[in-house]
């Protein structure tokens, strides 16, 4: 099962943060864009209704016991110049508007000095090789057409840890 690990009495989350970062967001009456709509969206979104079957619950579950933060950032469309044009080149100025201003909101709230820490992964400091391992398993589980289950990805980052320990086992012997 893809929880929590124990450790005496007090639990560890088995990652850090889980960022969704929503491009395309069509409905700003609903919930504005920016990372305080966002929240606002995936408070909703992940709460469990009295409607949602079994699977829906036991996801929204295991994000909630299995990451120590939960975000959510809401944007626009980048403009048609951007999606359509096959010749885009990636100048600023041909980018909506909108889309810009959030990303002058985006861009320095990942990268502001409290969300910049050392990555863990069950309590264990990942280092930034270490990191790329993890994150090219868990594309490589996300290419199929279907979503994986949670025990497969829960599989893949002990199966992960245990090679990445063993190789610093190594390394120290």
Sequence with gaps: ????????????????KLFFLIRDWSSPDEYDYGLEGGMQFLKSFLSIKSFH?????????????TFETVEGFLMPHP?????RNATFD????????????LLQELIP???A??????KTVNGVS???????????????LFKSENL???????ETTMDNQVQLLIGKSIEIY
Excluded: C, W
Aim: hydrophobic share 35%; aromatic share 10%.
């Design 148 to 154: 994986p289950e949670a025990k497969t990805i829960y």
């Design 53 to 65: 079957t079994g699977e829906l619950k036991k996801v929204r579950e295991h994000i909630q016991k």
């Design 109 to 111: 709230h990942i990268l």
């Design 90 to 101: 990636g100048r600023y100025k041909l980018i909506d508007e909108d889309f810009v201003d």
């Design 126 to 140: 990942v280092k930034a090789f270490e990191m790329s391992h993890y994150i090219q398993q868990y594309i490589d």
């Design 113 to 118: 000095p409290k969300n910049l820490i050392v």
């Design 1 to 16: 099962q893809f929880t929590a690990v124990e450790e005496g009495d007090e639990e560890i989350r088995v990652f850090q």
């Design 79 to 83: 403009g048609k110049v951007v999606t």
